[in-house]
């Protein structure tokens, strides 16, 4: 299996695949390549299948051109905005600001200063899935982590959400 080694100042081996599909090895400066392909060995089951996953979401989800991901953009300034300020208004939580970017990685993120990001991507996906998304951030504004409060939170608002949620796996 090919891979890129990168050494650095760490106590641990990691292993990563990318988007690209391209597999990236960590590991500590004076670590044997013995020991690193040996690692790279024993998890060779796990490799298989996080290339499997990372295939079979690259087909699931082709790359966009410049036109299709503006037009998602669009859709997405109109339709996210209001579903967050909707969501805000019941869960009796407001953002400071909503955000719309084209994060490839992640649908949607809250910053420490309760900022919301929404990914335009996430207009490839119905509406249930997206106002999941939107209470999940907002519920980030009440609780930092994803602890049970948080998922409380979260059930109050959309009780169905764990279905909700698998319309985006």
């Known amino acids: 299996m090919q891979y890129t080694l990168i050494r650095a100042k760490r106590k641990t081996i990691s292993m990563q695949v990318r988007a690209d599909l391209t597999v ?11 020991a690193i392909d040996q690692f790279v060995q ?8 996080a290339l499997a996953r990372r ?21 997405a300034r ?6 967050a300020a909707h969501f805000s208004a019941i869960m009796g939580l407001t953002p400071t600001g909503v955000k719309i970017t084209a994060a490839r990685t992640r649908f949607g993120s809250c910053s420490g200063k309760n900022s919301l990001c929404f990914s335009c991507r996430l207009m490839e996906y119905p509406d249930a899935a997206i106002d999941y998304v939107v209470v999940h951030e907002l519920a ?6 994803h602890g049970p ?14 279905a909700r949620r698998a319309l985006l796996k």
């Not at 024993?42 to 299948?49: I, K, M, V």
């Not at 109109?78 to 579903?83: L, M």
């Not at 980030?140 to 982590?145: D, E, S």
């Open 78 to 83: 109109a339709h996210i905005p209001p579903r």
């Open 149 to 162: 409060e948080f998922y409380a939170l979260i059930a109050a608002t959309l009780p169905d959400w764990q």
């Open 55 to 75: 295939e079979a979401h690259r087909e699931a989800h082709p790359e966009l051109g410049a036109d299709a991901l503006e037009s998602l953009k669009i859709r």
């Open 42 to 49: 024993q998890h060779q089951r796990w490799l298989e299948g």
């Open 140 to 145: 980030h504004i009440a609780h930092k982590n």
């Open 24 to 34: 990236v090895v960590r590991a500590p400066m004076k670590m044997s390549q013995k």
